[in-house]
């Protein structure tokens, strides 16, 4: 740990999944009054609007300017009921099973049917609160589990991109992920880690990632590694790297 990221880690006490102390109603709103001056609101002019909502997201990011929405994942046809259902029964079992998550759980999301049928899930964190479930998703209950930790990690982690962005950007796209994944940024590679390091804690570092026989612990452990000393990290970034790292170093994560 460094004293750079002291004051993040005094406000954010940790990271969303993987530290039960962290402070989701901080970064919430952090994420309200960015979305808000992006959108050059007045706070006093709007208090009825939930800045924490998919459309709000969108607005704000073309607003801002970070990049062109994407548009096969913003307009994507919506969940069926019967398939939303049985998203509110797992995140309701999740819930159950661990309920310092409850808050996270409760983000609003919108959950779409991917454009390509091989997609088990996903999501855009250019597309914010948006997550795709193909068929896949479905087959069992753990998969399904499984799909939604993976991608409300990514969500979460997108929204504290967008109070501070994880690197500058300037780095190479060469990074391989431990799944074999070419191509990838350091950001993926982050972002791999912490969704690997959640499912890890919901499943136990030797469960299986999905349509893989990787260990969700080894996958964690191998991601980062893969960031350490990156100078790419911005401050944010070192942060995160550190709270992942330093969840890896205390825990037992070898599959």
């Known amino acids: 740990m460094t004293e750079q990221t002291d004051p993040i880690r005094q406000y954010f006490r940790g990271l969303p999944f993987v530290s039960d102390?962290?402070?989701?109603?901080?970064v919430a709103a952090m994420v309200t009054a960015k979305r808000r001056a992006g959108l050059r609101h007045t706070e006093d002019r709007s208090p009825e609007i939930d800045y924490l909502t998919t459309g709000i997201g969108a607005a704000y990011l073309a607003a801002a300017g970070t990049r062109p929405l994407q548009a096969p994942w913003l307009d994507a046809p919506e969940l069926p009921p019967n398939r939303m259902a049985e998203v509110a029964r797992a995140l309701s079992s999740i819930s159950a099973r661990m309920p310092s998550w409850r808050p996270l759980l409760q983000l609003p999301v919108r959950f779409v049917v991917p454009a390509d049928p091989a997609i088990v899930s996903g999501c855009e964190i250019y597309v914010p609160q948006t997550i795709g479930l193909g068929e896949q998703a479905f087959h069992s209950a753990e998969v399904l589990e499984a799909s939604l930790i993976h991608e409300l990690a990514h969500t979460w982690l997108g929204l504290i991109c967008e109070i501070s962005i994880t690197d500058d950007g300037t780095g190479e796209w060469n990074y391989r992920l431990p799944s074999g994944t070419a191509g990838k940024s350091i950001r993926s590679v982050l972002f791999a880690a912490h969704f690997a390091i959640s499912c890890g804690r919901y499943f136990g570092a030797g469960g299986r990632l999905i349509q893989s026989t990787l260990a969700y612990g080894d996958y964690a452990l191998d991601c980062v590694d893969l960031c350490r000393?990156?100078?790419?990290?911005t401050l944010m970034g070192r942060y995160v790297w550190e709270e992942?790292?330093?969840?890896?170093?205390a825990a037992v994560m070898r599959g």
């Open 244 to 249: 992942l790292n330093g969840y890896v170093e």
């Open 229 to 233: 000393d990156d100078p790419t990290l």
């Open 21 to 26: 102390d962290f402070d989701d109603g901080f």
